[in-house]
């Protein structure tokens, strides 16, 4: 919707609405610019087009991982949906929207990758994926400083402070299978983390990441995530990052992952665990510093189609690689 009508990094296209476009696709990337939702500062909506353009390489299709010996756009079917239409006025029109376009791709047995757009996002996301699997069977891994599970904000039930409540609310994922990583800061209330308590979910706060190490933490969540759900779905707040390595984000909180901590994470998860859709989020350029933001977001993406690529020639056959440690050369 906004900017140049580019694809991600050079992939080809397809249509949401034309099945028979993604019908051998492994990944659809889909782009949601809405931030309607936004309670501090907009422009979340410019996200999906930095995000696909944020590279200084070649727009080609192609992108050799030096570190996972692998080219995800070209070992798997990555496509490109563009945009769905968002209109900031209309929420709960966009979100139907939103909803409806990734729940066709869930439901062809491809990977929804979303491209917000404000965190609101994460209620159509989340629920499209679920809604194409079993219901109950599916985990959430959230990445955040924030845990995003207001009630009520300025009158509305919808905003990119409230989508974790209204997703476990609606039954599409389990409050004892929602996994929250990164939180810090000073919100939200007492009342609010009453709730989330009294839903059983999980939070590792920053503290608690400094104190056993992000990888222990990590290790912790992918059991609880696997108990009884069958898949994933992986949430990215990029604001789950440090301002300094962060900064083009609407709500910055200081303290957070580094760079570097969120790509491996994010490689871990996407070679660990089945992953059934994704999204990355919150990415906001009018506050980015020289593209740093929409480069992690655009390195976050990369990585976890390229965990994909990964997980599924290993599941060909041979050892199996342990995503913490360097692969051997020849490999």
């Known amino acids: 919707m906004y900017g140049p009508d580019i694809t991600f990094l050079g992939v080809d296209r397809c249509d949401v609405d034309d099945p028979a476009t993604y019908e051998d696709a492994d990944v659809v990337i889909i782009g949601a610019p809405f931030d309607g939702g936004t309670s501090n500062r907009p422009g979340a909506r410019f996200g999906p087009m930095a995000l696909r353009q944020a590279c200084y390489l070649p727009h080609d299709g192609s992108r050799p991982s030096l570190a996972l010996r692998v080219d995800a756009l070209r070992d798997l079917r990555v496509l490109d949906a ?124 920053m503290t608690e990441i400094v104190a056993r190490g992000l990888d222990e933490c990590l290790t912790e969540s992918f059991r609880i995530a696997l108990d009884e759900c069958d898949q994933i779905f992986l949430s990215v707040d990029i604001d789950v990052c440090d301002p300094g390595h962060a900064p083009g984000t609407g709500t910055p909180e200081p303290g957070g992952l580094t760079a570097r901590q969120l790509l491996d994470a994010v490689r871990r998860i996407c070679y660990e665990l089945p992953v059934a859709g994704m999204e990355v989020v919150e990415v906001a350029p009018p506050y980015d510093h020289a593209d740093i933001t929409a480069h992690l977001g655009n390195r976050v993406i990369l990585e976890a189609l390229s965990a994909m690529a990964r997980r599924r020639e290993d599941d060909g056959g041979g050892p199996r690689w342990d995503p913490r440690q360097p692969l051997l050369d020849g490999r």
């Open 82 to 205: 563009g945009d769905v239409e968002c209109y900031s006025g209309d929420v709960e029109g966009s979100l139907a929207a939103i909803e409806e376009a990734v729940h066709r791709v869930a439901s062809s047995g491809a990977i929804p990758m979303v491209l917000g757009g404000d965190h609101t996002i994460a209620l159509p996301d989340a629920r499209g994926t679920a809604r194409a699997h079993a219901a109950g069977r599916t985990s959430m891994l959230h990445f955040d400083a924030h845990a995003d599970t207001g009630d009520i904000t300025f009158g509305h039930l919808y905003g990119h402070g409230q989508p974790m409540r209204r997703l476990i609310e609606s039954g599409a994922i389990r409050g004892d299978r929602f996994l929250q990583i990164g939180l810090r800061g000073y919100w939200p209330e007492p009342e609010t983390l009453g709730w989330m308590a009294a839903q059983h979910m999980r939070s590792y706060e």
